[in-house]
């Protein structure tokens, strides 16, 4: 069981972050190339109960094997493997051939799996918060697996910084499977989590950046396309020691001004484009 599966965007916005910047400046495969389709009926569903479409891919996302921490009882997942990324679409999603994310494996019973060895206080407050009412009816209503771990995450007040990062992640799980309900759901927390925490940034801290580029993406995703201009005219300029930063988040915003004037509430890759998006 290769757990940790959960990292905070911080984590990210290092050395991965870095790649991811350099390869999307240079990508110039199109947006067609990176689209899925949104038919799961051939997918396992390892939970009927979580929102993720994500299948096995090889050595890239296989089955394995897992211990719930709450009841000792086996069940199966899916675990991320071996896999390139070769860029970024506005809402920070890799681009690549596979989906992403793959879900973070919940037992049968509803208990989160983040953590390969929970254990003490720990699963005592997790088990208390998977048994309860509120925690039971969410899971009945099949959300995605990083919803339902942002959820946990505020009600035991765990990695509060990063709950926006967990709630977009549960955007690109809804969008995977083609749940535009859930997925409005989901941005609307990810724009009002990510507000809260941009708000103790300024325009010289790394992650001011992707955070106000995926605030206004938010918003277009969701057809508000008024406030997604307003949210990119007040981001600025980038004035990183590192010119690829800039060039990258100064291209981001080149994107997300042709997706808004062209109405465009689909994914949108981060790369050059010469023509108006469809």
Known sequence: MRLKRVTSFATLSGTILLAYLL????????????????????????NPKILNCVGPSGYHVYEADYTCPSN????????????????????????SYMRFPVAIPVC?????????????????????????AEYQQLYKQKHASFFLFAKQSEALQENLDNLWWYY??????????????????????????????????????????????????MYRRTGQFE???????????????????????LLAKKVMQLAID???????????????AE
């Not at 240079?26 to 390892?46: L, V």
């Not at 799996?113 to 048994?131: P, Q």
Request: charged share 25%; glycine share 4%; aromatic share 8%.
């Open 262 to 276: 062209n109405k465009n509430t689909k994914a949108v890759p981060i790369k050059e484009m010469t023509q108006k």
């Open 108 to 132: 049968p019973n509803g208990f989160i799996v983040d953590e390969a060895d929970i254990k003490g206080t720990a699963l005592a407050a997790r088990k208390a918060y998977i048994e309860s």
């Open 168 to 217: 977009l992640q549960a955007t690109w799980e809804a969008d995977g499977c083609g749940d535009h309900k859930k997925y409005n759901q989901y941005a609307t927390l990810v724009i009002e989590k990510a507000s809260t925490q941009k708000a103790k940034l300024t325009d010289k801290d790394e992650e001011y950046w992707p955070m106000s580029i995926i605030i206004a993406d």
């Open 227 to 249: 406030m997604a201009q307003q949210q990119l005219n007040a981001i600025g300029t980038p004035t990183f020691e590192k010119q690829k930063s800039n060039d990258f988040y």
């Open 23 to 46: 390869t999307a400046c240079t990508n110039t495969s199109t947006q067609s190339d990176h689209q899925h389709d949104h038919d799961d009926s051939a997918i396992k569903q390892y």
């Open 72 to 95: 000792g009882k086996k069940f199966k997942a899916l675990e991320l493997g071996t896999h390139s990324t070769m860029g970024l679409h506005l809402d920070w999603q890799p681009i």
